[in-house]
């Protein structure tokens, strides 16, 4: 069961308890702890089962972007993201800063970057394949990296840590391989916008004011051009 769903269930029925332990004196009549409680719980289920939990990602998101910290993470995470896909020639095609932008761009999750990542191609080289997989395990990375640069702390990041892993055991490797790769992939993209904070700095204030994805690509350039 998604995380946002459960931590809904946990949330009603703490409620669900105080309202019992409390009803009695604000004379709050038996039946509405047991009847809010069923809703809450018939809602989970039914965001779980039938809208694949996008219920209770919207909810939370909508209460966790009153925080202007909130907001700012998923700015500068996702800020990540994106100078690290141009950087490696990965075609950004838009981007989101929250459940709802993402819900209408047909994209799930809290928000995120598009971008075209292809797999290794038969008529690449080993060495060519590769590289082309590090550079989309440091793109992946880039999210959680940034945020760690700019808060030293990480909340986001744990789709592209299970996207990555499940693209890594795809790919053959083991578990301790995986974790490796995570902890190299995360250190490399830290180097990477640090190598390119002003490229950085400037992306987070377009996105922010939520610039099209073509100026976002004008403004790395000319700053990538001058660095």
């Not at 039938?50 to 925080?67: E, N």
């Not at 080289?125 to 999210?143: H, K, P, S």
């Not at 204030?205 to 690509?217: E, G, N």
Request: aromatic letters at 8%; a negative charge; proline letters at 3%.
């Amino acid at each position: 069961m998604q995380q946002t769903t459960l931590n809904l269930i946990a949330l009603g029925i703490f409620l669900m308890t105080l309202s019992v332990v409390l009803g009695p004196l604000i004379h709050l009549p038996q039946s509405v702890p047991a009847i809010a409680t069923l809703g809450v719980l018939v809602l989970a289920t039914a965001d779980r089962f039938v809208w694949q939990g996008l219920g209770g990602t919207l909810l939370v998101d909508f209460v966790a972007r009153f925080s202007e910290e909130h907001r700012e993470r998923i700015l500068h995470h996702e800020a990540g993201h994106f100078l690290a896909a141009y950087l490696y020639e990965i075609p950004v095609t838009d981007y989101s800063l929250s459940a709802w932008e993402a819900f209408r761009q047909g994209q799930p999750g809290f928000g995120g970057v598009v971008f075209a990542a292809a797999a290794p191609e038969a008529s690449k080289t080993l060495l060519e394949q590769q590289q082309q997989v590090n550079r989309y395990c440091i793109t992946l990375m880039a999210g959680i990296a940034a945020e760690q640069l700019e808060y030293q702390s990480v909340e986001g990041g744990g789709d592209d840590r299970r996207q990555l892993i499940n693209a890594l055991a795809d790919l053959g490797l083991s578990g301790e391989a995986i974790r490796l790769k995570l902890q190299w992939a995360q250190v490399q993209a830290q180097g990477l916008i640090e190598r390119n904070q002003a490229a950085y700095a400037g992306l987070v204030a377009a996105m922010r004011d939520r610039k099209p994805v073509a100026d976002c690509l004008d403004l790395l350039a000319a700053q990538t051009a001058t660095a």
